[in-house]
């Protein structure tokens, strides 16, 4: 199926619906209900250890781990504890290959991508009953650093089983790409992307309704939020005080059930900031108390659930992570991990159990589970 371009509409946001939260409260919270999980075979070296991704309503929990040989396993673990390891067909055994697991759905059906032997990108779906289906989007390149991409998000997978995320192509663009219940593959490109390496679009989220947000780099890789309805149509939106530099601008992220759009808003100094943008077009942006004001420094939420309470994490001035969780009305409580401090991802349940990973003292990962 060749890639289809839509005509562009822009989206009407509200500047006077603009509220900027400094903050209702700046609690630390630094030992409570913290619970580590290590995964069966994972390393113990520096970037090797268990990397726990997303969590479902069912209390199970998905990711991969990196084992001694450097080598990636998905797994998922059950609410009673209990792992389950597996790797994708075709899954590359050297340093640097394997399988990856990155969102999981109601039902427990996974997505994610492996690296084969020649370190191509391939996508696959995982169902609860343990089948595994590899799939590839029409136009993806070969080789390193190229292929298909279900990646680095928590809702990749809705509850019907559709599946969003990006692929590369043999010149090193980015494409978005939507693989429906059924398995039917469609591609798609934001009005205004770019078309050169590591330009283009960038899907990052699925709505229960299949509506995809993400984002885009254009010509002069400065960055632009799409929103992706249905039936095809794209709509582009842009908020107010994003830069316009390499990387800065508006990145769409997640939705809430009601269509709110998640996502972090990068300014002309590099500095992040969460935003949630609504269905009529109005803004909230938020700032957690301890994050920085330099570049890459800030706020950036990763996961939002059905009731609206927000998970992610904030860098501050001397560049230490803190993760947080913010609640529907706006109140914002950060936590660190005993013993370690937070590598940059957190998922959140519809109860609000936080799950994500972090660098222990010997910078190997362990997962956390926050209760």
């Known amino acids: 199926m060749k890639s289809f371009h839509l005509a562009k509409r822009k989206l009407q946001l509200v500047p006077a619906a603009i509220t900027l939260i400094a903050l209702a409260i700046s609690t630390s919270i630094c030992a409570q209900s913290i619970t580590t999980i290590d995964a069966p075979g994972a390393g113990t070296g520096p970037f090797q250890g268990t990397y726990a991704l997303d969590i479902n309503g069912s209390g199970t929990i998905?990711?991969?781990?990196?084992?001694?040989?450097?080598?990636?396993?998905?797994?998922?673990?059950?609410?009673?504890?209990?792992?389950?390891?597996?790797?994708?067909?075709?899954?590359?055994?050297?340093?640097?290959?394997?399988?990856?697991?990155y969102s999981i759905n109601p039902s427990g059906t996974v997505t994610g991508y492996f690296t084969d032997s020649a370190n191509t990108a391939h996508g696959y779906v995982r169902s609860n009953q343990g089948v595994i289906t590899v799939f590839d989007a029409p136009g993806a390149g070969t080789g390193t650093g190229k292929g298909t991409f279900p990646y680095n998000s928590t809702q990749l997978i809705n509850p019907n089983g559709a599946i969003t995320g990006y692929y590369v192509d043999s010149a090193g663009a980015l494409?978005?790409?939507?693989?429906?219940?059924?398995?039917?593959?469609?591609?798609?490109?934001?009005?205004?992307?770019?078309?050169?390496?590591?330009?283009?679009?960038?899907?990052?989220?699925?709505?229960?309704?299949?509506?995809?947000?993400?984002?885009?780099?254009?010509?002069?890789?400065?960055?632009?939020?799409?929103?992706?309805?249905?039936?095809?149509?794209?709509?582009?939106?842009?908020?107010?005080?994003?830069?316009?530099?390499?990387?800065?601008?508006?990145?769409?992220?997640?939705?809430?059930?009601?269509?709110?759009?998640?996502?972090?808003?990068?300014?002309?100094g590099s500095m992040n900031h969460g935003f949630l943008l609504d269905k009529h077009g109005a803004v909230t942006t938020f700032d957690a108390p301890s994050g920085g004001t330099g570049p890459d420094q800030g706020t950036l939420p990763w996961d939002i659930n059905p009731s609206g309470t927000i998970a992610g994490w904030t860098v501050d001035d001397a560049n230490v992570i803190h993760g947080f969780v913010r609640d529907k009305d706006g109140t914002i409580v950060e936590f660190d991990v005993p013993g370690g401090f937070m590598f940059p991802?957190?998922?959140?349940?519809?109860?609000?159990?936080?799950?994500?990973?972090?660098?222990d003292a010997t910078n190997a990962v362990h997962g956390f589970l926050r209760q």
Not at 64 to 85: D, E, K, L, Y
Not at 194 to 203: E, I, P, V, Y
Not at 216 to 226: E, L, R
Request: hydrophobic content about 35%.
């Open 62 to 101: 998905t990711g991969f781990s990196r084992g001694a040989n450097n080598i990636r396993h998905g797994f998922i673990r059950s609410q009673n504890g209990s792992f389950t390891i597996f790797d994708a067909p075709g899954a590359g055994t050297a340093p640097g290959q394997g399988t990856r697991a």
């Open 175 to 268: 494409h978005g790409f939507v693989r429906d219940e059924n398995g039917v593959i469609s591609t798609f490109d934001a009005p205004g992307a770019g078309t050169g390496a590591l330009q283009g679009t960038q899907s990052f989220a699925i709505s229960p309704r299949g509506e995809i947000t993400g984002f885009y780099f254009d010509g002069t890789d400065a960055v632009h939020g799409f929103l992706r309805d249905k039936n095809g149509v794209i709509t582009t939106f842009d908020l107010p005080g994003g830069g316009t530099g390499p990387a800065q601008g508006t990145y769409g992220g997640g939705f809430t059930p009601n269509g709110t759009i998640l996502g972090v808003l990068i300014d002309a």
């Open 345 to 359: 991802w957190a998922s959140i349940a519809p109860n609000g159990v936080v799950v994500g990973p972090y660098f």
